[in-house]
């Protein structure tokens, strides 16, 4: 049974979708007017990691994620440069799907667009007038929160607070500043208008999360994520707007992620610690390594990116990939152990019992490194067969290719591209271990053999370090003999 975090109840809830075995998902996806940072993904992260631990669960999921290409900001970064909304959140929306690709993060079902659905806001905002829920005022429509009771159940806003009759246009505004907010907005120079029955306008922001949703999903789905930002005052919106349109539920659970700080800073372009994905990945890491680094800490919690914390990122991940490489040396035919049969159970239930908790995934990759640290004394040992290091790669890639998306074998084939398609090993994983090094790296090899006899341990260093800067990693065995893998060269 999994379970979630409900921001709504305030506790974390068995997770009971309508229909059995299908979830409705929508998720708050970008506003186009800039380029996404890390922060922004950190939650597109964590959507794709409870979206994929509910495929592995057995759900067949429905997920949708909106753009946003008109609103306050869009609208203000096109006049800036004097062009169309459409030519400027274009290559946003293009560079988006790119780094979700680069990231791994499985794509929606539908990535409905703003300005493709005012026809569905409209439809909303007349049913709210119609019914009272909302009033027109100088060409714009508001959304009346006197009128809606339960306005403030999801962000527990004080209502007391509110001044009566007060209202404001910005999409964005502060919980100190409660008041009624425009769902329609009249006609304004250097705006783009839509004909619509209730008038001449464009839409406010909150009211496009409410369209895309319902036409997407139904009026009531199952459930809705977004940043801890996106709670109020946009996740309370949609609420009011969809629950008073509609007159059912609106959602059954919301999930928030918090917020990432860099060096326990809030990131700003003006403190100059601002970084979108290629940023991070000009600095010479892996997407891989930013990937396992935003989904590693759990998403309740504050993530603080550092460069620091990267390199701990790429560690963790490197040791994955050194398990797989000591696995594909193990040669000793024979059936699989029941010990090692056993570490495998309880790793994977363990691991799938920290997903089921609200996403725990410090408590499912300890279960990983666990098995690791186990497995790792049986090797050394030689105390596994075959069909162990078969059945510990299959599921450290099985979970990997499901869950994870860290890809740790990607390391090899980045080493050397070429050797792609031979790597595939017995064990069914792309893992590039011994064999065939090259003449050249055979002569440097036999050369510090010699050395290390000859007691020259100077060369020998110098010809280990030089073989570590194309990517060769060497081991001295107990018996004098030397074992290699290849790895990601180091950073200059
Ligand atoms: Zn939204």
Redesign the pocket.
């Known amino acids: 049974m999994i379970r979630l975090f409900n921001t709504l109840s305030g506790k974390v809830e068995p997770f009971d979708p309508i229909s059995p075995g299908v979830v409705k998902l929508y998720t ?1 996806g970008p506003t186009v007017y800039d380029y996404q940072h890390i922060g922004n993904y950190r939650a597109y992260v964590f959507e794709d990691l409870l979206k994929r631990f509910l495929r592995f669960s057995g759900f067949k999921v429905t997920h949708v994620m ?1 753009i946003t290409d008109v609103d306050d900001k869009t609208i203000r970064g096109a006049n800036a440069k004097g062009i169309s909304l459409e030519e400027y959140t274009r290559p946003f929306i293009e560079a988006f799907r790119n780094d979700l690709q680069t990231l791994d993060i499985l794509p929606a079902d539908h990535y409905p667009r703003a300005t493709e659905h005012v026809r569905e806001m409209v439809g909303i905002i007349k049913i709210l007038l119609e019914k009272g829920f909302a009033y027109k005022r100088d060409g714009s429509v508001y959304f009346a929160i006197d009128k809606y009771p339960s306005y403030g159940r999801l962000s527990k806003i004080n209502l007391e607070d509110l001044r009566p009759g007060s209202r404001g246009d910005a999409d964005e505004y502060e919980k100190e500043s409660v008041h009624d907010f425009a769902l329609w907005k009249a006609p304004k120079e250097g705006e783009p208008v839509w004909e619509a029955e209730i008038g001449p306008g464009r839409p406010g922001w909150h009211i496009e ?1 409410s369209a895309m949703s319902s036409k997407y999903l139904g009026r009531t789905f199952d459930i809705h994520c ?1 940043g801890v930002d ?1 709670i109020f005052p ?1 996740h309370e919106n ?1 609420i009011a707007q969809s629950e008073a349109a509609n007159g059912v539920k609106f959602v059954n659970y919301w999930l928030h992620c918090h917020h990432l700080v860099v060096d326990g800073e809030k990131m700003a372009k003006s403190k100059g610690n601002f970084y979108t994905l290629g940023d991070v990945l000009a600095k010479g890491y892996d997407p891989r390594e930013v990937r396992f680094l935003l989904l590693s800490t759990h998403y309740r919690k504050m993530l603080n990116f550092s460069f620091e914390a990267l390199e701990q990122a790429r560690a963790g991940r490197n040791r994955i990939r050194d398990f797989l490489v000591d696995l594909r040396a193990v040669k000793q035919e024979g059936p699989a152990s029941d010990e090692v049969t056993k570490l495998i159970g309880a790793a994977r239930a363990g691991f799938v019992a920290g997903l089921e908790d609200d996403l725990n995934i410090s408590e499912a990759m300890a279960q990983l490194f666990g098995l690791i640290k186990r497995a790792n004394k049986l090797l050394a040992k030689s105390a596994a067969s075959l069909s162990d290091a078969r059945n510990l790669a299959e599921f450290v890639a099985d979970i990997d290719a499901k869950i994870l998306g860290i890809k740790p074998t990607d390391v090899y084939l980045k080493v050397d591209p070429a050797r792609t398609e031979q790597t595939v090993s017995e064990i069914g994983l792309k893992v590039d271990v011994s064999g065939d090094v090259g003449p050249e790296i055979l002569a440097l090899l036999n050369e510090r053999q010699s050395a290390r006899a000859a007691k020259d341990f100077k060369r020998a260093d110098e010809i280990r370090k030089e073989l570590l800067g194309q990517g060769i990693l060497l081991e001295d065995t107990k018996d004098g003999q030397v074992r290699w893998k290849k790895v990601g060269p180091p950073k200059s």
């Open positions: 708050c909106n999360c977004g996106n946009h949609e």
